[in-house]
């Protein structure tokens, strides 16, 4: 039987994700393309207002696309109690410019009693390069999640 955060994450595939409850998701206005209980895919327009000064998606927005991400990933595993990310480690690859597209796909590697580990990949969808690799954390804390 499905859970009911993973069922309702797949209710919005094709979409994007408005049942957010971040409004920094809202602000990056991802568009749901995949969700399996250990992995999500989703995709990003990159607006100008995602961009550095050069014209290049800004890394701390591809860092906020996979940790947001991440989170999803997380949420969907069905979970009690919310594990805060405490790491995220990340490689940039190569350049994304205004107005085209990324992937951000996220599988989890080990769910520990304590510790959650998933990977992430970002994709340019208009070059087939990957934009960035990356490597999270999460925590075990008391705090319950609100069904």
Same mark, same amino acid.
């Given at each position: ?87 995220? %480690?990340?490689? %940039? ?55």
């Amino acid at each position: 039987m499905k859970n009911k955060r993973l069922q309702f994450l797949q209710s919005f595939v094709g979409k994007h994700f408005t049942g957010s409850p971040s409004p920094f998701a809202h602000w990056l206005n991802g568009k749901v393309i995949a969700v399996e209980e250990k992995a999500v895919e989703f995709e990003f327009e990159i607006r100008k207002e995602m961009t550095n000064p050069v014209g290049m998606l800004h890394g701390g927005v591809t860092a906020g696309m996979i940790d947001d991400c991440i989170g999803v990933n997380f949420m969907v595993l069905g979970l009690e109690k919310f594990y805060p990310t405490i790491n995220l %480690y990340i490689d %940039y690859f190569n350049p994304v410019f205004e107005n085209q597209t990324v992937i951000v796909k996220t599988k989890l590697e080990k769910l520990g009693k304590t510790i959650i580990n998933i990977k992430a990949e970002v994709i340019n969808k208009n070059t087939s390069k990957i934009v960035a690799q990356a490597s999270a954390n999460l925590a075990l804390s008391d705090v319950k999640i609100p069904n």
